[in-house]
Each structure stands twice: as C-alpha cells, then as structure tokens.
C-alpha cells in the first residue's frame, strides 16, 4: 500500500482510546503495518476492522493492560513483534489514565500509584524494551501524547497532572540521549478534542466546542513519517496546526 509509512511497522499504545484510535486508522491508511496496543479486545477487534475495512494493511492485535504489566511483559511484547513483524519503526504513546476529578484527600493511594505508572512509568518501560528493535531502522520515532499543563496542572485532578509533566520531561531527557541514533524522540501536545478524557474533567461543557480526535492524529502519522517535521527531544504545540 502507498503511503509515507508504507513497509513501516508502528506500534499504537491505547489503540482503542479517543486519540489512539485515530492515529491507529490514519497510520494504516498511510501505509503502516499497525500493532494495536491496549486492554479491551472488542475495542482493539473493532479498530482492526475499521483498518480492513478501509482497505489498510492487515493491522496486528497485542491485548496489554498497562497497570498490571511489568518489565517482562514488554519483553515479550517486543519479541513477538519481532517474530511477527520482523521490525519495529515507530511507536505512538497515547494512552491515558485519568478516572475524574476528586479532592487530593479523598483519592485513593492505589488510584494515585495507577496515574503515575499507566502514564508514565509503563510508557517508559515499555519504550525501553523497544528500544533495540527500533534502533535497528533507518529512522525510527517514539512519539509521545503530552496534555498541557494549562488545562490539567489544577485542583482536583489528582496525580495526572505530575505524570504529564514527567512525560515532557522525559520526551527531553530520551531525545537528548538518543540525538544521534536514528529513533527520534518527539513530544505532541494537542489542544482540546473530544474524547473520554476530556468528558470526565468537563462533564458540564458541550463537546460540540471542540474537533474530534481526528484533527490531531494527523500530526502524529507525519511525525512517524517525516523527520523534519518536529523538533527532536521537545514538546510541539498541535493547537492552531489543525
């Protein structure tokens, strides 16, 4: 199939969330052999048909919960990608925990200890067993979902906040580490969108206001695909690129 990610494989992290699964459809539809990366089967089965349907390549599926996975986990997530696909060329990171908003007092300790991992240590672990098979393309690029700290560094959202500005931190830290390899390393911070997320911190408001997921997945597919497109190792405001 023709396409700026044709005989890439791309590895979706929270392929079956708002975001997630948009960048999962328009990187098949850019050519890209998707592996669709979450913990519901029925959503990952219907993101794998929507990809058939539309006439993609055949999408692969690995069902993970990131809450419960551990450093083995990701190793054999990343030999079966491996053994399956025989490459890996982009990873896109767009899963999210957050649960609604409550009072710091009343979260509690297990949900605060989930936000950090499920956004932010797993994302790392799991890049970290990738890393050898992504530094075996050409070029290779981890992309990464950053929420703004203008929307989400309030009251009330308990530890989500702290997780993503430890994700920008780290889209920093690993593009610096990596500035001279061929993976690139690129933060994306979109601006509001419908989706779950968003619809649990700002149950009151019309979701009609704001673009669907669709409008910033595009930028994640050029990411993967064009090396001049973002800054390496930095954070990119999507909002007003739409």
């Not at 530890?159 to 994306?188: F, I, K, S």
């Not at 649990?200 to 930028?219: N, S």
Request: glycine residues 10%; contains cysteine.
């Amino acid at each position: 199939m023709a396409g700026p990610l044709a005989g890439r494989v791309v590895l979706v992290v929270g392929a079956h969330g708002g975001l997630g699964a948009c960048c999962a459809r328009q990187a098949a539809a850019a050519g890209a052999v998707v592996v669709l990366l979450g913990r519901r089967v029925p959503k990952l089965n219907r993101i794998y048909d929507a990809i058939q349907a539309a006439g993609g390549p055949e999408p692969a599926l690995y069902p993970l919960d990131l809450e419960g996975a551990g450093p083995a986990d990701y190793e054999a997530m990343a030999a079966a990608i491996r053994r399956e696909c025989g490459r890996l060329d982009g990873i896109v990171h767009a899963a999210a925990e957050f649960r609604g908003l409550s009072s710091f007092a009343s979260i509690p300790p297990e949900d605060l200890v989930r936000s950090l991992h499920v956004n932010l240590t797993a994302p790392m672990l799991l890049t970290q067993a990738c890393l050898p098979l992504l530094q075996e393309a050409e070029d290779a690029a981890v992309v990464v979902a950053v929420d703004d700290p203008r929307r989400c560094a309030r009251a009330y959202w308990g530890a989500y906040p702290a997780a993503q500005a430890a994700r920008a931190a780290w889209v920093a830290q690993l593009g610096d580490e990596l500035e001279n390899t061929p993976v690139r390393v690129h933060g994306l911070r979109p601006g509001p969108m419908r989706t779950p997320l968003r619809a649990r911190a700002y149950f009151a408001e019309d979701p009609g206001r704001w673009p669907a997921p669709e409008v910033y997945a595009a930028a994640f597919v050029t990411a993967l695909a064009d090396a001049t497109a973002f800054r390496r190792g930095a954070v990119s405001e999507l909002e007003g690129r739409a």
